[in-house]
Structure formats: C-alpha cells, structure tokens
C-alpha cells in the first residue's frame, strides 16, 4: 500500500520538493518527491519502517515557504502510483537558510560555524553569485574558487549538497576583511568570523553605524535610538518571539516574516517608544542572509529586539565599519509583501520570485524593464535579460513606448495594462472566460475581457503635466478662483506644482498638495495609514460616463486643503475615494457583461486603505489577483505570452 502526502503549493520554485526529496535520501526512505499541478507530492511505501521517522523529521525540518497552503495524506491501494512531474530545470534561488544549514552555522562542531556563505541545493543566496545559464559553478563568481577536499566528497555524498554548484566552508572559502578606521582584518575561519560578528554587533551598541556587503546587497546597520539618519530606514526585528510587542502583526504577517522567502512587510509600529524613530508604520524585516542572521545573533547576546538598515548603493554613504568580500555579487531587489487576513500578494520586488520557470509553452521572447520570458522547448524562463546567452522565438513582444536593446525581424507592441490583467486569469486558468478589471499604477484603468483578449473600456481623462494650472483653473466655473486662493495660501507649494521643470505623476502632484516632504504614491500610501477616525472626506473622481478626471480629482484636494484638511486625512481620503469609485465602476462592469471574475492589478493596491475599502464595496465577490508574480511591472512578462 502507498502512502501519498500533498502539499498545496502554487509556485513553480523548486526548493521544496528537493528539500523532502534530500531528507529522504538521508532516511533512506524510498520516496518519489514530484511537483505538478499547484502541488508537491510525496509517495512512500506505507510498509517502509524508516517512513514514520521521516515524516516526523519532515515536519520539525521542512522550510516554511509563502507559497505553501494546507496538506493532506491518503493510502493508495497497490504498488506506488507514478505522478507526471511538471519539468523544472536547476533555477538559482535567492531565500534564507533551511533549518538545516541554519544549524550547521550555529554548531561549534560544524565545518561551517558563523560561515555566512552557508547554504545548499535547497537553499540560500545562490542568485548574487550567478552570471548566466545554465547554472553551474563555472557561471558564478564563485568559478575561481575550488571547493576543498572535504566539499569536494560532499558534492557526492551529501543528498542536499549534491552537485551544488557553490559549495563552500571555511578551508575553501570566501574570506572577509573588516575595516574599522585605519585597522583591516580578515575572517577565514570560526573563531575570526565569530569575532568579526562580536566587533559589528559591539560598534552598533556603541552608536556605531556599520556597512555590510550581504549576500542580498550594501545594508547600512545602526541603533535608531543612537544614530539620526534621514535615510529610509527598515525594522530589523531580531527576536521572532518579541516581533509583535514592536509592530501590531496578525499571524499570517509573523509567518511569512519567518518563512524562507523572507519578504519585506510594511507594518503599524506596537510601542509608542518607538514612533519617533520609525514613524508609525514601518517597513519591517526579518534577518534574511547570512551576514544579518549572524549579525542578529550577536545583537540578540547584547539584548537587541530590533535595529535599523538601510539598503546602501555601491558608490551610497560612509559608515564607521565596514564589512566586505571580494567576488561579485548582483542583488536583487526586495521583494513587498502585502498582507489583508487571508489575502497576500506581491507589491513589487524580485528576490525570493525570480527566476521563475512556468510549463506554459510560448513561441515569443516577451522583454520588460531589464527582465524577459525566454521559451524554450518545455516552458518559459522569466529572468534578467543578461543570463540568457540566447533564445529563439518567433516573434519578440515589448511594451508601448519601451525601448530594450533586442531586436527581431517581428517585434510586437503590447499594452501594459492588458498584459498585467492577462497574467492573472493566466496564474488562476480562467483566460478562457469572461472577467472585467482595474489596473491601478498612476490611474485606474479599466478592461473588458471578452474571453479572448482585454481591451480597455473606461480610459481616464489623459493627465499632461505641463499644462496643469491651466487644465485645473478651467475645470468649471469658479475653478479659476480655486487656483487663485490656493497660490496665495500655499505659494511654495503652488510654485512646485505649477512651476518648471514641473511634476512626473498625478500622485507626486496629490502629495504636493497635501505637503508631503517625499511627493510620490508611496509617502501618501504611509502617511494615510496614520489615520485613525472613522472616515474621510468625499474627494471628486470623475467627469461623465464614469471616466476618472485628474483635474477634478486634484481641484478637490485643492478645495479641502483651503479648508483646512491636514496631510493625514487627506492622504487617507485619497485612497478611500478611489476605493469607492473604483468598487463602483466595477460593479457596472460586471453587471453589463455578465462576466464571470473581477480583476485588480497594479502596485496601487498595496495600499491597506484602498484595497480595504474596494473589499468592503464589492461584498463577498472573490477578487483575482498575482499569487506568484508581483501586481505590477513583471506580471507583463507573464501576460503577454497570452495576448
């Protein structure tokens, strides 16, 4: 009789299934480990004496992932069933360490003691290390390297090191140098590497700022309450056991803080000691690589719950100490993660996503930014545009008004806003019936997808810039003294608005009105979690036929803003006002094509009071969003290998 285990699991990642497959190799279980379908499979014989101690380890050992859902376990009556297994090429990954090289980082007696490069097939910062396809050692920056003769027998004997293309330990790895004033030293074994740690931890206690080049990229790391910075500083809490006395977290967000993703969230700060160096909502994090887990450990003997970083440039900032290593390494960029009870989607970011391999089959290289789909025989690969040496295609596809440096005999244009609603009927397989959407980035834009392809129904007012005051104060009548008040109640700001070299956005021009230091979606989306009254004020949306007006919606901050409305309520009002307008036009939508799902995309809906407030107009509708590619910029990629 077979015993099957499922995992409910809706990423194509891999780390998973090779984690079990790993695990039970060194049980010496007989065990299929297969991933198809939105799960991972685990077949054994229900005979299998060691089958009881595996499971029991699996469960205190497997890596808790986002992309995880719920299991089940059934017997099968007769000889093991054989599952079909989507293909899935050996992917670099960018995730935490697993448990178990967790372990071995901690364990005086291990070869890899307070070794931040510890990692293996099923986890860690391979991508940094990663130049190009396929992924083997040679391809990394760690080619020059040769592994010792210990790692050298791993490669063969250890399940979950087995060909693991940057194998390393202390005898054959990265040394370290720490520059503190005029002083360098090195780590290159347990004792240094532990010392250099004790050192960082120690300068941040004494109100030391301290630059780490980590596996994920240049971290600046300081005490908040000891260094005064206008950076934009992260949470780093550091104490799994104490990250809700520091933020107000539902369970959901503390799981996906400790899973092996590690995802950024943005949080409401708990303690009100600690507003004034945070604000009341923060960006927060749990350590994530190597160097801030063993930095965190040391702060944690100091008795740290929490400190402050800031992601540095190469050429960004000075700092008391430094911490650095010679190979090359590319970051990606940190992945946001939204979180609303049982609804989670990704903001924007890379790491812990990509790359990203998808079974569906596709005769096009679609390119975006500075990533691209790439077909091959068995699926797409979604990816930096530089690893891939070369690709055939059919035809290449591209963004309206993006320029990328490929080019083919067939190149298609495509719109952003159709692509991004296309990829989530594709993560959710209904591309074959009828849906509306709203794609939100700058203005909501809404489609109609007749079963066949979206198209746009409800294009906005076009917002131009450069002729703002004159649009504003020819609106309506009366709208020429409304431009006339305000100039004279906020000239700084009416000459940042109306004057050159001008604004970029509606929402930099929003952030403007409501006197927000930073202009931009972001700083309004922060200062609108402050709120904390009932509701906010009706702010205008639309000129006729339900078409979003900027004009008219900036006319009205303007209006409330002479009436005395602060930063706070307007900001909040913003996103509650387009919560209703959108929920509105939606259900119109729905309800005159008789679709069938509603579709919300763009990084706009990041926004806790927006995406809460579209929530409570549209009842108990189910809303379709990305699970596995961010809502905005790369789910294009995804998309138009649809349209």
């Known amino acids: 009789m077979a015993f099957v285990f499922e995992i409910e699991y809706t990423a194509p990642h891999t780390y998973i299934k090779e984690f079990a497959r790993a695990l039970a190799e060194t049980k010496e279980v007989d065990l299929q480990a297969v991933q198809s379908g939105g799960r991972v499979t685990l077949i054994a014989s229900e005979a299998d004496p060691r089958l009881a101690s595996y499971l029991e380890e699996l469960g205190a050992q497997l890596p808790a992932s986002l992309f995880m859902g719920g299991s089940s376990h059934r017997l099968v009556e007769g000889v093991l069933p054989v599952v079909k297994e989507d293909g899935h090429p050996r992917l670099p990954h960018a995730v935490a360490p697993c448990p178990r090289c967790m372990k071995e980082m901690f364990d005086p007696a291990s070869r890899r003691y307070y070794y931040p490069f510890t990692g293996c097939n099923c986890c860690g910062a391979h991508y940094p290390f990663f130049e190009r396809y396929p992924?083997?050692?040679?391809?990394?920056?760690?080619?020059?390297?040769?592994?010792?003769?210990?790692?050298?027998?791993?490669?063969?004997?250890?399940?979950?090191?087995?060909?693991?293309?940057?194998?390393?330990?202390?005898?054959?790895?990265?040394?370290?140098?720490?520059?503190?004033?005029?002083?360098?030293?090195?780590?290159?074994?347990?004792?240094?590497?532990?010392?250099m740690f004790e050192r960082a931890a120690a300068a941040i206690a004494e109100g030391r700022t301290v630059r780490v080049k980590s596996l994920f990229g240049d971290r600046l790391f300081y005490d908040a309450a000891r260094v005064r910075r206008r950076g934009r500083r992260v949470m780093l809490a550091l104490d799994a056991s104490k990250m809700e006395h520091l933020c107000a977290l539902i369970e959901e967000e503390v799981h996906a803080l400790l899973s092996i993703e590690r995802p950024m969230i943005r949080a409401a700060v708990a303690d009100p000691d600690l507003f004034g160096l945070y604000g009341r909502v923060t960006p927060l994090k749990y350590p994530d690589e190597g160097f801030s887990i063993l930095l965190a450990k040391e702060l944690l003997n100091l008795g740290y719950a929490h400190i402050a970083y800031e992601e540095l440039s190469f050429e960004e900032g000075d700092a008391d100490l430094h911490i650095d290593f010679d190979p090359d390494i590319e970051p990606q960029r940190e992945t946001l993660l939204f979180i609303n009870k049982s609804v989670k989607f990704f903001v924007e970011g890379e790491r812990g996503l990509f790359p990203l391999r998808f079974g569906r089959r596709s005769d096009r290289i679609v390119a975006a930014g500075e990533m691209a789909a790439v077909p091959d025989a068995e699926g797409l690969t979604i990816d930096r545009m530089e690893k891939f040496d070369r690709a055939e295609a059919s035809a290449l596809y591209l963004p309206e008004g993006e320029e990328v440096p490929l080019r083919h005999s067939r190149t298609v244009r495509f719109s952003r806003e159709a692509a991004s609603m296309m990829s989530v009927l594709l993560e959710h397989s209904v591309e074959r019936e009828r849906a509306v959407g709203?794609?939100?980035?700058?203005?909501?834009?809404?489609?109609?997808?007749?079963?066949?392809?979206?198209?746009?129904?409800t294009p906005p007012v076009a917002f131009d810039a450069s002729g703002l005051r004159e649009a504003i104060a020819t609106l309506r009548e009366g709208s020429d003294r409304l431009v006339e008040n305000f100039e004279a109640a906020f000239p700084h700001v009416a000459e940042r608005l109306f004057g050159a070299p001008g604004i970029g956005s509606l929402f930099e021009a929003a952030a403007l009105v409501a006197e927000l230091e930073e202009p931009s979606l972001e700083a309004l989306g922060r200062e609108a979690m402050n709120f904390?009254?009932?509701?906010?004020?009706?702010?205008?949306?639309?000129?006729?036929?339900?078409?979003?007006?900027?004009?008219?919606?900036?006319?009205?901050?303007?209006?409330?803003?002479?009436?005395?409305?602060?930063?706070?309520?307007?900001?909040?009002?913003?996103?509650?006002?387009?919560?209703d307008y959108i929920g509105e036009v939606l259900t119109d939508l729905r309800r005159r094509t008789k679709s069938e799902h509603i579709v919300l995309c763009g990084r706009a809906f990041g926004n806790p009071s927006l995406f809460s407030r579209i929530r409570k107009n549209l009842g108990r509708e189910t809303l379709l969003m990305n699970r596995v590619v961010p809502i905005d910029g790369e789910n294009q990629l995804l998309g138009a290998t649809g349209l």
């Open 438 to 457: 709203v794609c939100f980035t700058e203005e909501p834009l809404f489609l109609y997808h007749d079963a066949r392809k979206p198209i746009v129904v």
């Open 532 to 579: 904390s009254a009932k509701g906010g004020v009706q702010i205008d949306m639309k000129s006729g036929k339900n078409r979003f007006d900027p004009y008219a919606f900036l006319a009205s901050l303007m209006s409330y803003r002479l009436a005395g409305a602060d930063s706070v309520l307007l900001s909040y009002s913003i996103f509650e006002s387009f919560g």
């Open 135 to 195: 992924m083997k050692r040679e391809h990394t920056s760690l080619r020059f390297f040769t592994p010792c003769d210990t790692c050298a027998k791993e490669l063969d004997t250890n399940p979950f090191r087995r060909d693991f293309p940057l194998i390393s330990c202390h005898e054959c790895g990265i040394p370290v140098r720490m520059r503190e004033e005029s002083s360098v030293r090195y780590a290159n074994d347990p004792g240094s590497f532990k010392g």
